[in-house]
């Protein structure tokens, strides 16, 4: 069974930095596309950030590039996002998700991409 358990949300004030982590089990962790999205409240969710290879190429959305980085411990199957410089648009439940990329369905930042998704945590900036 694939598991995916996130933590390292808080609540911090416009210009600090978070790390979120999530443990994966239960499948070839290396063989996965990885990625990080949000939800904020009454709008759709948001990728924010894959690791798309082995090894370990990377994607992110324009609204976190050069404030946040995907980063994977291979060694312990876990999966970080490195938050920093955050703002009040940032507040929302941050989802770990794992997927089996294909030719016909590579990795990307796309909710339809992925079937297995963590249970959320909340992250909340305050101005």
């Known amino acids: 069974e694939v598991r995916l358990v996130e933590s390292g949300g808080d609540s911090v004030q416009t210009g600090g930095s978070l790390r979120l982590s999530c443990e994966a089990s239960?499948?070839?962790?290396?063989?996965?596309?990885m990625a990080w999205f949000r939800q904020a409240p009454g709008k759709e969710r948001e990728g924010i950030a894959a690791?798309?290879?082995?090894?370990?190429?990377?994607k992110y959305g324009d609204s976190v590039t050069g404030r946040f980085s995907i980063s994977r411990d291979n060694d312990n199957d876990r999966l970080y996002l490195q938050m920093d410089n955050l703002q009040p648009e940032d507040t929302g439940t941050y989802y770990c998700?794992?997927?089996?990329?294909?030719?016909?369905?590579?990795?990307?930042?796309?909710?339809?991409?992925?079937?297995?998704w963590g249970q959320g945590t909340q992250v909340t900036v305050s101005s």
């Open positions: 690791i798309v290879d082995r090894a370990g190429s990377t």
């Open positions: 239960g499948y070839d962790y290396m063989g996965y596309c």
């Open positions: 998700a794992g997927a089996v990329p294909s030719v016909a369905h590579p990795c990307a930042l796309r909710v339809s991409r992925f079937a297995h």
